[in-house]
């Protein structure tokens, strides 16, 4: 049983910065992707930022230069941190880890979920 329990979402002004982290406990392999997904209301989930293992990372064209990934593997956690927030960044963030592959940016593989921290951006 994998637990992903996320931490740092809240509301914030324009231009302002968060850093959301993702602890993992539980048993897993070692190698796997971890990365952070959003759902705003009405939207659909959409990949932010995932790290696959360390050495490759991916963004969302829309954060590009403005959020970072990082993972700690000896403490199990991934960061997020978030700069220069817009009000279109409203959403809930999720954590996830992925064993396994990717189709469209969506996890395929064993898929852990955790439970969403809430980002508003408003002024």
């Known amino acids: 049983q994998v637990q992903l329990l996320e931490s740092g979402g809240g509301r914030v002004q324009p231009g302002g910065s968060l850093k959301l982290s993702c602890v993992a406990s539980g048993t897993f392999p070692s190698v796997n992707a971890m990365g952070w997904y959003r759902q705003a209301p009405g939207k659909e989930r959409e990949l932010v930022a995932v790290?696959?293992?360390?050495?490759?990372?991916d963004y969302a064209e829309s954060v590009k230069g403005r959020f970072t990934i990082a993972r700690d593997n000896s403490k199990n956690v991934v960061y997020l941190q978030m700069n220069n927030l817009k009000p279109e960044d409203t959403a809930t963030y999720y954590c996830n880890m992925n064993i396994g592959s990717y189709s469209d940016r969506q996890p395929k593989g064993i898929a852990y979920w955790g439970q969403g921290t809430l980002v508003t951006v408003s002024s």
């Open positions: 790290d696959y293992s360390g050495a490759v990372a």
